[in-house]
């Protein structure tokens, strides 16, 4: 599935399962909850927190689902093609990047 795919399956489930968006404010914080939960996964699983016994059934990848989805959520209140926007991204890191990374010691 394409991300300009994506983006119109979910307006296509909020406009008939989910009733209607939640306002962008809402949806920030939404976000902002489940960037919290990968990194609660993240810090367990790759990093010193150990699971505690709630934690055990969370799955990475469902949370990262989670996050791509309020992404697509605000893309599409805020009229954003994320498909351009991400090429548009790409050309500039390309272009204002292309030796930084090569020349960064911390990386060697």
Excluded: P
């Amino acid at each position: 599935m394409t991300i300009k795919e994506a983006q119109e399956k979910v307006d296509q489930w909020i406009n008939t399962t989910g009733v209607r968006y939640f306002s962008e404010l809402t949806n920030m914080a939404i976000l902002t909850e489940e960037v919290g939960e990968v990194a609660r996964i993240i810090s367990r699983q790759y990093g010193d927190q150990s699971f505690k016994a709630s934690d055990r059934d969370k799955d990475l990848s469902d949370e990262l689902a989670d996050v791509l989805w309020v992404v697509l959520c605000l893309a599409n209140q805020t009229g954003i093609d994320l498909e351009t926007a991400l090429e548009k991204n790409f050309e500039k890191k390309s272009t204002r990047d292309a030796n930084r990374h090569k020349e960064n010691e911390k990386l060697k």
